[in-house]
Nanobody, 130 residues
């Protein structure tokens, strides 16, 4: 049984930090790349940051570049999203998703059209507010 379980969300003040975790079971992140996505109410789901299973290369959307960092802990089979200098516009439900390998480039994992990911987590809510 494959599961992706996100954790680490919550309420944080603007300028604060959170670290989201995506714990995978039933699959190895040696072979599945991970994308982080977010969806705010009334908005489309958008790619945030992605990491390749091939070489660990990463891509982040312009809106979060320099503030968010995606990383992988092979021993824990877990991917993290370190979120710094959070802004109110970062408020959303954050999802991790797994895809076998990388179809083309790590950027293609995160930009439209979003490829069909094999597995999705249930999401963790991030609220950035004073």
């Amino acid at each position: 049984q494959v599961q992706l379980v996100e954790s680490g969300g919550g309420l944080v003040q603007p300028g604060g930090s959170l670290r989201l975790s995506c714990a995978a079971s039933g699959i190895s992140l040696d072979y599945y790349s991970i994308g982080w996505f977010r969806q705010a109410p009334g908005k489309e789901r958008e790619g945030v940051s992605c990491i390749s299973s091939r070489d660990g290369s990463t891509y982040s959307a312009d809106s979060v570049k320099g503030r968010f960092t995606v990383s992988r802990d092979d021993a824990k089979n877990t991917v993290y999203l370190q979120m710094n200098t959070l802004k109110p516009e970062d408020t959303a439900v954050y999802y991790c998703a797994a895809i076998f390998g990388v179809i083309t480039t790590v950027q293609a994992m995160c930009v439209k059209p979003i490829p069909r990911y094999h597995y999705w987590g249930q999401g963790t809510r991030v609220t950035v507010s004073s």
